[in-house]
């Protein structure tokens, strides 16, 4: 007798019930070997209110699912593979290619990850830091700068990887994607059509995801800042230029400058209502020892209101019990840069003290000092004290 498969049984359901499915083909790689096809991944296309669809794919990396949902706007497509990061993307997502992050181990490290759409041919990922220009021309830094682009592509969708090993305290980076196949064209709206996609990798996890723009002008997207002191800053902006790929840095180097300011993002009413909602839901998982469930709706909290300080120190609170350390310290520095009112010093000296725990057990002595006296300076404690004397002599 045959085996007969999910997939055509939720093709034979659909059909019953007169909605028509469509085959969602997608595409699965390796975001730091250029054309690696990865086998195996899990690949769901999920919905509020339908049914999940999922498959494995082939030896070329491919799948096709078959849904009533292939391409709507209000699904997520979400790739699963044994020692890589979980992938979560918005859709429309039908005959697109994904990029898949190895766990990164270092604690200060990252990786971003582009992806777009047959059109334009050649998006172009940048990332410059003080005296510095990662990009196709120049995709390996001068010794000590700990950043490389990985993969670049000239033919469509994807990926461009830039990792970096180690970000240097004290210096800001700044991200952005340039439309070289426009690049003399400042008006044009390809790069906004593209569907673009960036995502943001840190320790094993996908901690940011940002979009390009739709129906606006411009060759040149400036996506996020990354402070001196490690803070993500999301810009998320499309502008023109008509300019050689060199001098792209001229573009966006104002961004290094901490008197540069990044305004934060306008929230509609009903995403910081929603935010809040899901926010209440992950404490709610995170009590009940559901760790990996409060983790993801803590995340999806903070792309409805990317300035929420609560769901980023409720964020970092469940990374460090989890076990993900580098993901604990990103979230926790995000949730120092936005303490206000009476609390703030007990919220940044705490989040400065658990980045210092991670850091001294790893061994980084100098960076967790740093960290204890940031604690200290934020408010006083004897705990801190103790912690400072405690790290001068494992230095010794």
């Not at 991200?175 to 996609?197: C, E, F, I, Q, W």
């Not at 209101?305 to 993901?327: D, F, I, R, V």
């Not at 705490?350 to 940031?374: H, K, P, W």
Request: aromatic share 8%; hydrophobic share 40%; charged share 20%.
């Amino acid at each position: 007798m045959r085996r007969t498969s999910a997939l055509s049984l939720l093709g034979l359901s659909l059909a019953l019930s007169g909605v028509t499915a469509d085959e969602l083909p997608i595409q699965i790689l390796s975001a730091t070997v250029k054309d690696k096809r990865i086998a195996g991944a899990t690949v769901i296309v999920q919905k509020n209110g339908a049914q999940s669809v999922s498959a494995t794919t082939d030896a070329q990396g491919q799948v096709k699912l078959s849904t009533s949902f292939a391409d709507d706007e209000d699904s997520l497509l979400i790739v699963k593979m044994p020692g890589y990061s979980n992938l979560v993307a918005k859709c429309p997502c039908k005959g697109m290619s994904y990029a898949i992050s190895p766990v990164m181990k270092n604690l200060d490290g990252l990786r971003v990850v582009l992806n777009w759409g047959a059109t334009p041919n050649d998006l172009d990922s940048h990332i410059a830091f003080p005296g510095r220009h990662i990009y196709w021309e120049r995709k390996i830094g001068p010794a000590g700068t700990d950043a490389n682009l990985d993969v670049d592509d000239v033919n469509s969708y994807g990926p461009e990887t830039i990792t970096i090993d180690k970000k240097h305290a004290g210096e800001a980076y700044v991200y952005a994607v340039h439309d070289y196949s426009n690049h003399l064209r400042p008006t044009s709206m390809a790069l906004s059509r593209s569907g673009a996609k960036v995502m943001v990798y840190i320790g094993q996890s996908l901690v940011r995801s940002y979009y390009v723009p739709k129906n606006t002008a411009g060759n040149l997207w400036t996506v996020f800042r990354i402070t001196g002191d490690g803070e993500f800053q999301d810009i998320n902006t499309l502008t023109g230029s008509s300019t050689i790929p060199a001098a792209v840095l001229g573009s966006v180097n104002n961004y290094l400058d901490a008197n540069t300011q990044v305004a934060a993002r306008q929230v509609s009413s009903g995403d910081e209502a929603e935010a809040k909602r899901l926010n209440q839901a992950g404490e709610k998982a995170y009590h009940a020892g559901q760790l990996d469930d409060a983790i993801e709706l803590y995340r999806q909290a903070i792309e409805l209101s990317p300035n929420y300080g609560q769901a980023y120190s409720n964020l970092g609170l469940a990374h460090q019990k989890a076990g993900h350390t580098a993901e604990a310290i990103w979230a926790n520095r995000k949730a120092i840069a936005l303490a206000s009112g009476p609390t703030a010093p007990t919220v940044r000296a705490s989040s400065y003290f658990n980045i210092a725990r991670i850091y001294e057990a790893a061994g980084q002595y100098q960076d967790a000092l740093q960290q204890y006296e940031a604690a200290r300076n934020a408010k006083a404690n004897p705990v801190y004290d103790k912690a400072i004397e405690r790290v001068k002599g494992l230095m010794q």
